[in-house]
Nanobody
Framework: QLQASGGGLVQAGGSLRLSCAAS????????MGWYRQAPGKQRELVAELTSGDTRNYADSVKGRFTISRDNAKNAVYLQMGSLKAEDTAVYYC??????????????WGQGTQVTVSS
């Protein structure tokens, strides 16, 4: 189960920090990421962080967003800066890993709305 938080309304140029924590019996996490979906558009990858510390960002957010994690809390964060109106979307966290019973899982959070006013 994933619980995301931190969305809201912010002016262009501002910052927001999204948080997402995974709960339940987790053995290991391979990838933690953030996706977003704007109205009328497909869901797209914003940033992901692998267990090997590889970070991938969408070109549109490079230099503005930073993904990080807290392994002890099974949490992933997205620090968003220099926000633009086009960053407005519902943001979803995604976690891929294995349960304590060694069953693979690919789980989505419930989504949190980010609205950037210009």
């Amino acid at each position: 189960q994933l619980q995301a938080s931190g969305g809201g309304l912010v002016q262009a140029g501002g910052s927001l920090r999204l948080s997402c924590a995974a709960s339940g019996g987790i053995h290991s996490i391979n990838v933690m990421g953030w996706y977003r979906q704007a109205p009328g558009k497909q869901r797209e990858l914003v940033a992901e962080l692998t267990s090997g510390d590889t970070r991938n960002y969408a070109d549109s957010v490079k230099g503005r967003f930073t993904i990080s994690r807290d392994n002890a809390k099974n949490a992933v964060y997205l620090q968003m800066g220099s926000l633009k109106a086009e960053d407005t979307a519902v943001y979803y966290c995604n976690v891929v890993g294995y349960t304590a019973g060694m069953r693979a899982f690919n789980t989505w959070g419930q989504g949190t709305q980010v609205t950037v006013s210009s």
